[in-house]
């Protein structure tokens, strides 16, 4: 059974820095994309970014390139999102899902984890 579970959500100031992690287990990580995604009140859930787990290749939405970086540690099976220069309306649940494909639409993924809240204040 596929598990992920995040940590690093909380409360910054805008312009602040958070760093998300997803531990992933019960998957083969080494052929798997790994999406980061928000999801605000009353919005649809939508991308942030995405990794390939085979190579590390990342791609990401448009309104988060510069500030936001995903990596990973094969070795504990943990992927991150590194975000910088924080703005308010990047409040929002923030997703991590597994899948089979190199896509930022929330459909193209399988299984997802509990979610961690971001909020970032003016």
């Known amino acids: 059974q596929v598990q992920l579970v995040e940590s690093g959500g909380g409360s910054v100031q805008a312009g602040g820095s958070l760093r998300l992690s997803c531990a992933a287990s019960g998957y083969t990580y080494s052929s798997d994309y790994m999406g980061w995604f928000r999801q605000a009140p009353g919005m649809e859930r939508e991308g942030v970014g995405v990794?390939?787990?085979?190579?590390?290749?990342?791609f990401y939405a448009d309104y988060v390139k510069g500030r936001c970086t995903i990596s990973q540690d094969n070795a504990k099976n943990t992927v991150y999102l590194q975000m910088n220069s924080l703005k308010p309306e990047d409040t929002a649940m923030y997703y991590c899902?597994?899948?089979?494909?190199?896509?930022?639409?929330?459909?193209?993924?399988?299984?997802w984890g509990q979610g961690t809240q971001v909020t970032v204040s003016s």
């Open positions: 990794i390939y787990r085979g190579g590390g290749n990342t």
């Open positions: 899902a597994v899948g089979d494909r190199y896509s930022l639409l929330p459909k193209r993924y399988n299984y």
